[in-house]
């Protein structure tokens, strides 16, 4: 059996006037993700370590910032076509374990409901996809909440 590691990671600037959705959900707060599509840092990071497993770029070589298709996409959709290359190639999903790094809002209310999300696009159940956050401890870009990342890794293995 073949087994693939990938890792991504994605960061978008905090502006007010944008919704925030995070994992696939629309958290309430005064300020959104500034980005092309709908600015969704977790579901951008994960589909960026799918991509990294097998050597396949990243989410800016698939879905361009450039492409009038993918201005203000649901994030959730890239997640999907993101999947269908992985699962062209012949790979599954085994799990993910992703960190999202911001001061505000708390995201602990809407963990469960992230992991629900991307549980039932990936084909997989929500143990089988871990969402954590932490705060840089009010240091950086993520500390004067002018922005936010993600982290991501997802394990692939070959389909029997």
Not at 79 to 98: A, M, P, Q
Not at 106 to 129: F, S
Request: negative net charge.
């Amino acid at each position: 059996m073949s087994y693939r590691i990938g890792s991504g990671v994605d960061f978008h600037q905090l502006v007010e006037g944008r919704k925030l959705w995070i994992g696939g959900v629309e958290i309430p707060h005064y300020k959104g993700s500034l980005g092309h599509s709908d600015a969704d840092v977790l579901l951008h990071a994960i589909c960026d370590a799918m991509l990294g497993a097998l050597c396949l770029g990243d989410i800016g070589l698939h879905f361009p910032n450039t492409s009038a298709a993918f201005k203000d996409i649901d994030s959730k959709i890239l997640l999907e076509k993101t999947f269908e290359l992985i699962r062209k190639e012949g790979y599954d999903i085994v799990n993910i374990d992703s960190t999202l790094c911001l001061e505000a809002p708390k995201i602990k209310p809407y963990v469960e409901q992230m992991r629900n999300v991307i549980a039932n696009i990936l084909h997989l159940t929500p143990q089988d996809v871990s969402v954590k956050a932490t705060t840089t401890e009010k240091m950086g870009f993520a500390g004067r909440e002018e922005g936010l990342m993600a982290y991501a890794s997802v394990l692939l293995k070959k389909g029997e």
